[in-house]
């Protein structure tokens, strides 16, 4: 399959799918498993830094494996509608998970069997990472590199930067409402049902970016790729990159995977009896339109004129933002601020992801999947959870009561503040990396 300047329906439409379904899948996981693992199971904010890092590090072993393997076989569809199918079967697995459950396996009260189930929720989170890590971080992310091109890829990243926006607002509301009205179990089988029909559906729709030709490569030699210091000299556009995004990735998971228990139970908002009015559906959709509009547009913007121009503004609303949010008392105040950290968090992603692609060498575009989630999601989920975790433990004030009668520190505003200060350091490698996209830009000129 060749790769165009120009991106066709039926690729779009593959794009739009895959990327949305799991940016869903991931949203689910990144924010109701924590509100799972803490409202229902009854863990700790210290037991979600845990299932968090852990499956961070499962996360970049399956992309560095499975990424190599798919250069090796030279082929991503196996690898991405497989994948998918058997994500969601293991999004469904979570739908069997209690205390009770896990008591009568193994012949325990509620309490007692506290640890046991708090292990199996993490254990099957690495489970359900392995899976999604092969199907969207490796074989998805691949994919996108082999069918995209430096003229092009800022707009692709655009539409892809949009879906986890999209997918947090469907996720925060219709998983919200249907946790709330239904339980869990049905939401993770529904969940899962739908990220298996999307490979089902892969199967008939995507065309494999790769010849399928077996490589005459050594495996283990390509694994280690990534991390030889000649390749790292070599490339150092890509690895200042990746450093910018580890380090505003970090700044992000020191709160994000307490969001949502910070929204409940610190703000104040639950979805207990919310009601999907006619007006807060207008609201939502053009809201939905204005982000993917304004999201293409920038990424066209970033295409014509460089991305160096917009990094330092897009860092500052970021900080400014995150920084604001931990004052906000109610859900204006708070929705406000969000909105301003958001379209800095969004361009941010929109930039960096883009030069990622760009700086990568397209024949180790699968075997460089593994270096990018160790910068891009194993350190962030290792550092900021533990962060997020150690402030909340430190300044929590209010505490919740869970069913079991259990009481839990809820996390405070400070990790918020504490998000925004780790946001500073992303200019050490941002200055570099803005100097380096200016010398390709101006060499780029040359030879036009």
Not at 310 to 331: C, D, E, Q, T
């Amino acid at each position: 399959m060749g790769k165009s300047d120009k991106l066709g329906g039926k690729l779009m439409f593959n794009v739009i799918l895959f990327g949305f379904m799991g940016q869903v899948a991931w949203a689910v996981e990144n924010n109701y498993f924590n509100t799972f693992l803490f409202n229902v199971i009854g863990g700790t904010s210290n037991d979600i830094a845990h299932m968090v890092a852990a499956s961070s590090v499962v996360a970049v072993i399956a992309t560095l494996l499975m990424g190599t393997l798919s250069d090796k076989l030279n082929r991503r569809k196996i690898f991405l509608c497989g994948g998918y199918i058997l994500w969601g079967i293991t999004v469904m697995a979570f739908a069997f998970i209690s205390r009770e459950n896990v008591g009568k396996v193994l012949g325990l009260d509620v309490t007692a069997a506290l640890s046991a189930t708090v292990s199996l929720v993490i254990i099957m989170d690495c489970v359900m990472t392995f899976m999604g890590s092969t199907s969207n971080d490796a074989a998805f992310n691949a994919w996108i590199t082999d069918i995209t091109s430096p003229k092009n890829r800022a707009r692709t990243e655009g539409v892809l930067a949009t879906l986890p926006v999209l997918a947090m607002v469907i996720v925060t509301v219709a998983f919200g409402v249907l946790a709330s009205s239904f339980g869990y179990p049905v939401c993770f089988i529904g969940l899962g049902i739908l990220v298996s029909i999307c490979g089902v559906i892969g199967i008939f729709t995507v065309d494999d970016s790769r010849s399928g030709e077996k490589r005459d490569t050594k495996f283990w030699s390509d694994l280690i790729y990534g991390f030889r210091p000649s390749v790292i000299k070599g490339n150092k556009g890509l690895y200042l990159s990746l450093a910018a995004f580890s380090v505003f990735n970090i700044a992000v998971q020191t709160f994000f995977p307490y969001l949502f228990i910070y929204v409940q139970h610190q703000i104040g908002i639950s979805l207990d009896g919310f009601e999907i009015t006619p007006i807060l559906i207008i609201a939502a959709v053009v809201a939905i339109v204005a982000i993917v509009v304004g999201a293409v547009l920038m990424g066209a913007l970033m295409d014509k004129y460089g991305k160096a121009p917009f990094s330092v503004p897009s860092m500052l609303f970021y900080i400014i933002g995150v920084a604001a949010v931990s004052f906000a008392k109610n859900l204006a105040t708070f929705a406000i601020f969000a909105i301003i950290f958001l379209a800095g968090y969004g361009l941010m992603s929109i930039m960096l992801s883009a030069a990622i692609r760009d700086f990568t060498p397209e024949d180790k575009a699968g075997a460089l999947q593994g270096v990018r989630m160790i910068f891009c999601i194993m350190l962030p989920m290792i550092i900021g959870p533990a962060i997020g975790s150690s402030v909340t433990e430190r300044f929590a004030v209010n505490t919740y009561v869970n069913e079991y009668g259990e009481s839990l520190n809820v996390p405070p505003p400070h990790i918020f503040i504490a998000a925004a200060i780790v946001a500073l350091f992303v200019f050490v490698p941002l200055v570099f990396l803005i100097k380096e996209w200016k010398r390709v830009e101006s060499e780029g000129r040359k030879e036009n």
